[in-house]
């Protein structure tokens, strides 16, 4: 039979494995959260009355 003991993760390795974890579902978070405002700013842009060249006046 082989020894169990030694597949047995290490008391630690939970800890780094949840850290590892939590660090990846804020950096996953944080890049929805870019994608939203970034989304956002084009719609803003899309709903915005065009400026400029469009005035109806003859310069």
């Known amino acids: 039979m082989t020894d169990r003991r030694s ?3 290490q008391p ?6 949840l850290a590892q974890a ?4 804020l950096a ?3 890049a929805q959260a ?4 970034a989304a ?3 719609d803003d842009n899309e709903d915005a009355p065009e400026t400029g060249h469009a005035t109806g ?3």
């Open 34 to 37: 870019r994608a939203r405002q």
């Open 28 to 30: 996953r978070r944080k």
């Open 40 to 42: 956002d700013q084009v």
């Open 7 to 9: 597949s047995k993760p």
């Open 57 to 59: 006046k003859d310069s």
């Open 22 to 25: 939590l660090r990846a579902n």
């Open 12 to 17: 630690g390795s939970r800890e780094d494995r």
